[in-house]
């Protein structure tokens, strides 16, 4: 299994981002895809995650400002980040479920300046 992340750069405070993962090979079926984030000198948090159904779950302090969607077709999740501030500055990576198993994609940086 493979994902490939796209998406990321950098903005300003308030602007607006959208990182895509798409994932291929052997996959199955996808449960749950999502992203989490690593900012510098932080732990790696869960950010948001949408399961094969769509059901969504986000981070607090990223709800209402993000939303989490997929197509399950393409096997692909995109996450559509907006109003972001300073502290969403990060490496995102994505991830899915294919059963109980996780596979991860490369990190994409998101930089936010004021």
């Known amino acids: 299994v493979q994902l490939q992340a796209y998406g990321g750069g950098s903005v300003q405070t308030g602007g607006i981002l959208r990182l895509s993962c798409a994932a291929s090979?052997?996959?199955?079926?996808?449960?749950?895809m999502g992203w989490y984030r690593q900012a510098p000198g932080k732990q790696r948090e869960f950010v948001a995650s949408i399961s094969s159904n769509h059901t969504t779950y986000y981070k607090h302090s990223v709800e209402g400002r993000f939303t989490i969607s997929r197509d399950n077709a393409k096997n692909t999740a995109y996450l559509q980040m907006n109003s972001l501030k300073l502290e969403d500055t990060a490496v995102y990576y994505c991830?899915?479920?294919?059963?109980?198993?996780?596979?991860w994609g490369q990190g994409t940086l998101v930089t936010v300046s004021s």
């Open positions: 090979g052997n996959i199955g079926e996808i449960t749950f």
């Open positions: 991830f899915v479920y294919i059963g109980l198993k996780q596979y």
